[in-house]
């Protein structure tokens, strides 16, 4: 992480009606960097100017002042996005193509040769598990699947660049994970990844530093372990505990003036617990889990 | 419709084309600056030029397998969400047309034209909504559902887009036309009756200039008038001097067509009307009133006609056209006295009609180059000069109001040369400028014009067989004897050869009775020693030609045909009766107070037919190019404005540019009457006509009428920016007519339309595109 692949300074957009009245200004003087290599994960709530900077990077919405570099190019150049992949909030793809023309039509937008298409198209495809269903068009795809082939389009040009709007969005626990897993793996293959979302958990996990908008305005901008670092709280984690050893522990926090300190039973969340049942229920088709099966399992994972 | 339309100006639409785009470049940078620097303040300019530099990198860098790939979307595209549906539609129209269009009754040139007319419009007409539904609405659907925002996040240039859009959409249609197209040639065969399938071609006319020569005989470019209020067609009246003279330019041998019997023919199609002063029997009403084609071929019209435009010179015209040179001298030379002594009682008219005719006479004797005529193309091009200056010496005059005379003396001594000229050469001019007039045999034309009678083909053989008259038979004999008396067929010692006479019948194509004749006279002359023998060759005597020398006999009756059909001779039409390229055929009318009523297209010449199929391949290359400037107008519009928006516009541009466009040319140029809108409405409320005027103060009327002539301005913008969309109905107008269409006035400049509105739209659609925000709320 050396060298910014993203650079906006002093960013302003302001949404004006047929006269030129303004009527919202989306974002306020937003200045931050994206780093070569990064997970960068822009939050907030509806409303708060993400997709709208998002959409003046793409060009597709032009600032009202500030300025934009992307991969040291003005965003208004179009030959800068030779390098981005860009997955939208919902997948806009031509829904009367199939995922092979889907993607042979946005290789072509990238004058690629006919070969390296098909080899990207297939690999793709692979990639994002959509073998059975490549000759089917689009709009008989599930919503899930719409967003697999979206970001299958997404990376059709191996971008250095990847720009992901609510990438989790639509998928279920799964393609969640799968899409995380992926985002992982884009930044171990040294690309920049861009995304927003509102899935906080989503953004924890996978992002390496987060800004926060509000109202348009840059609120929090840092590295995310940092951010969610509590420093005045001491967490341990160890096997199961009995009671003799809680009390002794209980005991020597005392003489050091701690008298708050909670003992309990750490619990999965719901993600992990969707995953396990998954993947158990293929190993073990027809089976019901009881509820003291599934904290086990809980224990073993 | 006007069949003869006149051949289109490529320089005059080139030089008006670069203006407008120029003129509109320059407008729409204008106006990008200004709402540049009003949106940004100062930093306008720098995003005005950088936008500017960004556009023009586009430009450069179009890449064709972007455009493709759009393509093959917009195919596809158009396949699944099937617009292609429209077959179906031509299918069951084409199944049920025949119960409707097909009567074995009507005449076969009709039941063509309504089978062709049919299928033309309902290509057109089925075509075209789905054309323009497509392109208004395949962007700003792009738009709204925002797969275009996955498209622009890719290196693809938004003038990309718009290319590829234009492109596959022009596919989609041009397929359905080309598919229609065939389709439907193959309908009109099978629905064409076969008795009636042979009217299925193409004519090819060939169009010429039309005047007319008056009753006294002298040209002018109207004719009568019989009252009606339509003026198109002028007349002639019957069993007089009065003529309508087509002159065919560029005519050659590609005119003629060949018959059955494998010789070549030049065939005269004619639509004239009828106009009678007397009812007639009703057999005559059926059969109509009779008409006569002459094929004349008369250069001394052509150089000396022009003279008679001026009554007071006629005298002088009419010498010189009918030959007699030493005659027209003395004229001349009385005109030169008459501007020496009495200069005042020639009209400034006549002295401009006199240069005129001059100057035209100078230039086509020097044309000619014939050195009989001795210097007298040169002086005829002296005193043209000469006449030149005069005239604008008397105009400085009279603007002037000077009373200081003007000497005539320059002028009239030009003349007293071409005087001395003509009286010098009289013989050389005649000889070099012949006159020819072939007679053909009378037709007759119908006052009704829904009548078979009222077309009238006449087949003219390549081999004109005629009586001669006077001159004509004098120039003939004259060329047998000079020829013959070169290649020793005459003379056998110092006495004509035995059998001369059989030999000329069967040689020169005269009859044996009139060779006879020709041989008697010949000998008698030879007796009488007015022709003499020497070198071998029969010659006259006083040193004459034998043109001159013959030329008196005929006129002293000397050599009167002893064949009851009289002179009979030929001629070739090409040779003899058109060497020039030039062919000159008169109407007239033979029936006393009858009237044949004409105007230019009612003649022309009717080159070998061309097939039905190339003439319906161009109509439909017209249509095509029609559906393709609608594609292009309709993503032009829907680049800045949404589907319904963009579908009102496209559907305006049409209809104007379809109904209304030779109407605001009308109304710019003058020609079409009324009043402005603002001075109309006035009007309108005060209850008066435009003669009075309005009921206002001045200063008000200035008001009303400034704002007129404003509207005048957007009138004249809006006529220059709406294509012209008769131009491409043209071409099927001509098929559904049976006549071929003309490449270059018909689908020459379709296509220079089309590809003259197809650049500034590309510009202009990118440019609206590129500088658009996609998401913008």
Redesign the interface.
């Known amino acids: 992480m050396s060298d910014a692949v993203i650079e906006i300074r002093n960013l302003s957009k302001i ?1 004006r009606d047929f006269w ?1 009245r303004k ?2 200004q989306a974002v306020k003087s937003l200045s931050l960097d994206v780093m070569k290599g990064e997970v960068f994960g822009l939050l907030g709530p509806n409303g708060s100017g993400k997709t709208t900077t998002m ?1 003046m990077l ?5 600032p009202t002042s500030g300025e934009m570099k992307i991969l040291g190019k003005p965003a ?4 800068k ?2 390098k ?1 992949g ?1 997955l ?1 909030e ?5 829904r ?2 199939n995922a092979d ?1 889907t993607l042979d ?2 290789g ?4 690629m040769t006919a070969a390296e298409r098909n080899r990207r198209a297939d690999e793709l495809i692979e990639m994002v598990g959509l073998g059975k269903a490549r000759r089917r ?1 689009l709009k008989e795809y599930s919503k899930g699947m719409t967003r697999r082939i979206g970001l299958a ?1 997404a990376l059709i ?1 191996d971008p250095d660049l990847v720009l992901l709007d609510e990438p989790t969005s639509g998928l279920d626990p799964i393609g969640t994970r799968e899409m995380k897993d992926l985002i992982v793996q884009l930044k171990a293959q040294g690309k920049t990844v861009v995304m927003c979302s509102h899935q906080l958990a989503d953004v924890q996990d996978v992002c390496d530093r987060i800004a926060v908008l509000f109202q348009g305005e840059l609120k929090v901008l840092g590295r995310v372990d940092e951010l969610l670092e509590m420093r005045n709280e001491m967490q341990i984690r160890t096997s199961a505990l009995s009671d003799e050893a809680v009390a002794d522990i209980r005991k020597v926090l005392e003489k050091h003036n701690i008298k708050d300190a909670e003992f309990s039973r750490p619990r999965a969340d719901l993600e992990q617990l969707f995953l396990r049942t998954v993947r158990e229920s293929g190993e073990r088709p027809g089976r019901r889990f009881s509820t003291e099966e599934v904290a086990a399992s809980g224990r073993k994972s | 419709m006007d069949f003869d339309i006149r051949p289109y100006d490529f320089a005059l639409a080139t030089r008006s084309w670069l203006m407008l785009a120029g003129a509109l470049t320059v407008i729409c940078l204008a106006l990008a600056l200004v709402l540049s620097v009003a ?1 940004n303040g100062a930093r306008g300019i720098g995003i005005f030029t ?2 500017l530099k ?1 556009y023009l990198d ?1 430009l450069v ?1 179009i ?1 064709p ?2 455009i ?2 759009l393509t ?2 917009t195919l ?2 158009a396949i ?2 099937k617009a292609l549906l429209v077959f179906v539609a031509f299918a069951v129209l084409l199944m049920f047309a025949g119960w409707f269009l097909t009567d074995a009754n009507e005449r076969p040139e009709l039941q063509v034209s309504v089978h062709v007319t049919f299928l033309l419009t309902a290509i057109s007409w089925l075509i075209l909504p789905a054309v323009i539904f497509l392109s208004v609405w395949a962007l700003p659907e792009d738009i709204r ?13 938004r003038l990309e887009i718009v290319l590829g859009r234009m492109t596959g959409l022009g596919i989609v249609a041009i397929t359905m036309l080309v598919v229609m197209g065939v389709v439907g040639l193959g309908w009109l065969y099978r629905a064409i009756p076969s008795t009636s399938r042979s009217a299925l071609e193409c004519r090819v006319p060939l169009f010429g200039e039309l005047f007319f020569i008056t009753a006294d005989g002298q040209p002018a470019d109207k004719g009568l008038n019989v009252g009606d209020v339509w003026a198109y067609r002028s007349h002639i009246a019957g069993n007089t001097r009065a003529r309508a003279v087509w002159v065919f330019p560029g005519f050659n041998e590609s005119a003629l067509t060949t018959n059955e019997q494998g010789e070549k023919d030049l065939l005269l199609e004619c639509r004239f009307e009828a106009f009678r002063t007397i009812k007639g029997s009703e057999a005559s009403i059926k059969k109509g009133i009779e008409a006569q084609y002459t094929i004349s071929h008369n250069p001394r019209e052509e150089a000396f006609g022009s003279l008679s435009q001026s009554e007071s010179l006629r005298p002088l015209a009419d010498a010189l056209r009918d030959g007699q040179f030493r005659n027209a001298a003395d004229r001349m030379k009385e005109l030169a006295q008459r501007m020496r002594t009495a200069p005042d009682e020639l009209r400034p008219q006549d002295y401009a009609g006199l240069q005129f005719g001059l100057t035209i006479a100078g230039a086509l004797l020097k044309e000619m180059k014939n050195d009989s005529f001795g210097d007298v193309p040169d002086a005829f091009i002296a005193a043209s000069t000469a006449g030149q200056d005069l005239i604008i010496q008397l105009r400085r005059k009279a603007e002037t109001q000077s009373r200081e005379a003007v000497s005539h003396e320059e002028f009239a001594a030009t003349l007293d040369r071409v005087a001395a000229g003509l009286a010098e050469n009289a013989d050389g001019l005649l000889e070099g400028m012949p006159r020819t007039e072939v007679p053909l045999p009378h037709f007759h034309v119908s006052e009704y014009h829904d009548g078979e009678e009222s077309i009238n083909v006449t087949a003219v053989p390549q081999t004109l067989r005629f009586v001669a008259d006077y001159e004509t038979l004098a120039r003939f004999l004259a060329r047998i004897v000079d020829e013959w008396n070169a290649q020793g067929k005459l003379l056998d010692g110092s006495s004509l050869k035995p059998g001369l006479a059989e030999t000329l019948a069967s040689e020169a194509k005269i009859s044996q009775l009139n060779a006879e004749r020709f041989v008697e006279v010949l000998q008698e002359q030879l007796t009488a020693g007015t022709v003499q023998v020497a070198d071998n060759q029969l010659k006259v005597a006083n040193g004459k030609t034998w043109f001159i020398f013959l030329d008196e006999l005929i006129r002293g009756e000397k050599l009167v045909s002893q064949d009851p059909q009289g002179w009979m001779i030929e001629k070739d039409l090409m040779k003899d009766m058109a060497p020039n390229g030039y062919l000159r055929v008169e109407v007239a009318c033979v029936n006393d107070q009858m009237y044949l009523g004409m105007a230019r297209p009612d003649l022309f010449i009717r080159k070998a037919n061309q097939s039905f199929a190339v003439g319906y391949s161009k109509a439909l290359i017209n249509i095509s190019l029609m559906l393709l400037l609608i594609i292009v107008l309709g993503v032009t519009v829907s680049c800045i404005v949404k589907g319904p928006v963009a579908l009102f516009f496209t559907l305006t541009f049409f209809l104007v540019g379809q109904f209304f466009h030779e109407f605001m040319l009308r109304k710019l140029s003058g020609v079409e009457q009324g009043m402005g809108t603002f001075e109309s409405a006035v009007l309108l409320a005060q209850h008066r006509n435009p003669q009075v005027g309005m009921d206002v103060s001045e200063t008000a009327q200035a008001v009303v009428k400034g704002a007129d002539k404003g509207l005048e301005g957007v009138l004249w913008a809006f006529s220059n920016i709406v294509p012209d969309f008769t131009i491409f109905n043209r071409a099927s107008a001509y098929v559904e007519n049976r006549f071929d269409v003309p490449l270059m006035e018909c689908v020459i400049p379709a296509i220079v339309v089309f590809f003259g509105f197809l650049l500034p739209c590309i510009l202009i659609s990118g440019a609206l595109l590129k500088f658009r ?5």
């Open positions: 949404y030129g009527k919202v959409k793409l060009g597709l919405l032009f208004s150049d179009v030959s996005n030779e981005i860009y939208p919902e997948s806009y793809l031509y009367f193509l023309e039509f946005y072509r937008l990238f004058n068009q389009q040009n | 949106r950088s936008g960004s586009d860098s890449s397998r972007r493709l790939a093959n979307l596809k595209e699944r969400r559902i925002r797969s275009l925002h996955t498209v622009v996040t890719k290196p693809a240039r925000e996609l998401e913008s709320k």
